[in-house]
């Protein structure tokens, strides 16, 4: 069975360990840190795909490997798809998870209308050419934060047909049904067949 090597051009360990888990081993995926790149990644656009676009083209043009990049964003209906491309940084430069999910909650104090989606877009460079795959999960903001797995916003999220968030469903869960689990079956439905 032929190894296929590709690299993951993220710099956040939870997003590699997700993607890591859901691959058959015909497939090497490498971190950034393994092919010598210890930078910041260029992050500069205001769309999610513009964002996963200048990622992966960032690694591609200077470390010439196949590659993708994954941007994610948070869309909430009661605040017109806010925050949207600007999740990461919601409550300020620093991209602190807990303040971002206290001023979201702040946000949604009043709101009954709590539907929210998880949107990921990858970008991937494959052979010299670009792709892109997408995958969304919809539910709802919670009324407070639960559990304690996951990363960034996975303890306000409750995915729908479930009452618990992501944080205290887990991995098990999580990996099965997320934005980024359909994402990851579309590239490698593309890259295995
Ligand atoms: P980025 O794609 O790394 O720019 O992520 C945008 C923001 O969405 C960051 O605050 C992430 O923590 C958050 N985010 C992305 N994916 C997830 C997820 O699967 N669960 C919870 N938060 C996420």
Redesign the pocket.
């Known amino acids: 069975m032929e190894t296929k090597t590709l690299c993951f051009a ?1 710099n ?1 360990a ?2 590699l360990e ?1 993607v890591k888990s859901m691959l058959p081993p015909e497939i090497k995926l490498v971190s950034l840190k393994e092919i010598g790149c210890f930078e910041e990644l260029p ?1 500069n656009q205001r769309t ?1 795909e513009g ?2 676009i200048e990622k992966a083209r960032y690694v591609f043009e200077k470390y010439g490997i196949d590659c993708f990049a ?5 869309e909430v209906d009661f605040l017109d798809g806010a ?1 949207g491309v600007d ?4 409550a300020g430069k620093e ?1 602190d ?1 807990n303040k ?1 999910m206290d001023l979201l909650l702040a946000n949604l104090n009043s709101a009954s209308n709590r539907k929210a989606r ?1 949107k ?1 877009v990858f970008s991937l460079f494959w052979q010299g050419e670009m792709y892109e795959f997408s995958g969304v999960v919809s539910g709802e903001i919670a009324l407070e934060k639960a559990g304690e797995n ?5 303890p306000i ?1 409750v995915p729908d047909g479930f009452t618990k968030t ?1 944080a205290e469903l887990g991995p098990e869960v ?1 990996n099965q049904m ?3 689990a359909k994402a990851t079956r579309q590239l490698l439905d593309f890259i295995l067949f």
């Open positions: 993220t956040n939870h997003k997700e992050e999610i964002n996963a994954d941007d994610s964003g948070l925050p999740t990461a940084h919601y991209r998870a971002n998880f990921t996951g990363f960034g916003y996975d999220f992501f999580k997320s934005h980024r």
